[in-house]
């Protein structure tokens, strides 16, 4: 991804979290798959290997591979999918805007949380469209952080969530994810679905989704705080007070928040 900027990083602890990230969302990952035996998908933007991970072990015989920016990730990806008995995914380092497989050679294209990261993702969904089969399907997973709301809310959670927002958008699509109808759309895909998914986590008795939920947010949040505050100038003492009033939510019986995550499904008409 040629004008991606991996806000994340590459560290040994984000890799280990996007693994976890992968089993928070293995319900919405493995939703609807259409994938067989003998098929081919390619999972562009594969970070960690944590979601082929999962549709490997959930369909067994579909022929794996990614690619990715980062060799640190690549290297990881290997290893964690050697582990999992799943050595010949075809991994590779490489630029999603110009994707090292042939024309029309793999049956379906999977993509979570990759374009938020990019301006334009248009020459990327250009290239999935080359290298699908014709009838091939595309799944692409993305959010709209403005959907992000917190209850009971505070000056310094708004703050917080705005300086998330606005880092989003000075380096990538803060609001990809309602976009996907039109993008896929116009890069010449067919049958084009764009769905909304709303998650609301709140305190359910006998129930750890609230918890799960807000650790699972404080766990990719934290780690940009001093980003936030350097690159964008904003005052570190609040942005902590955001965080920990956002944490205090996950404790209260009143606490909820909510997320909408969209899905695009298309496939290649010829």
Avoid at 44 to 69: E, H, N, S, W
Avoid at 154 to 164: D, F, I, N, P, V
Avoid at 247 to 257: K, V
Wanted: glycine share 10%; net charge negative.
């Amino acid at each position: 991804m040629s004008d991606a900027t991996y806000i994340h990083g590459y560290s040994s602890e984000e890799q280990r979290r996007l693994v976890e990230q992968a089993e928070f969302w293995r319900d919405l990952i493995l939703s609807d798959a259409p994938y067989r035996a003998g098929e081919t998908l390619l999972e562009i933007g594969c970070g960690a290997g944590a979601v082929l991970g999962l549709l490997g072990r959930k369909f067994p015989g579909l022929a794996l591979a990614g690619i990715d920016q980062s060799a640190e990730q690549i290297a990881f990806a290997r290893a964690h999918l050697d582990s999992l008995g799943m050595s010949a995914a075809d991994l590779r380092v490489g630029d999603a805007a110009r994707l090292p497989w042939d024309d029309s050679s793999v049956d379906h294209i999977f993509i979570m949380w990759v374009l938020e990261h990019v301006e334009d993702c248009r020459p990327i969904l250009e290239e999935a469209l080359r290298t699908r089969r014709p009838g091939g399907t595309i799944r692409i997973y993305e959010t709209d952080y403005s959907t992000f709301h917190v209850e009971p809310d505070s000056e310094s959670c708004r703050y917080l969530r705005e300086s998330w927002y606005e880092l989003f958008a000075s380096r990538g699509n803060a609001v990809v994810g309602r976009q996907l109808g039109w993008l896929l759309t116009t890069s010449g895909f067919g049958e084009v679905r764009h769905e909304p998914c709303g998650f609301s986590f709140f305190s359910r008795e006998g129930s750890d989704w609230l918890p799960r939920g807000v650790e699972y947010v404080s766990g990719f949040i934290e780690p940009v705080l001093e980003d936030l505050a350097g690159s964008l100038g904003r005052d570190r003492d609040r942005l902590l007070l955001g965080l920990e009033h956002f944490r205090s939510i996950g404790r209260r019986a009143d606490g909820a928040f909510t997320i909408m995550v969209f899905r695009g499904a298309a496939i290649r008409p010829w």
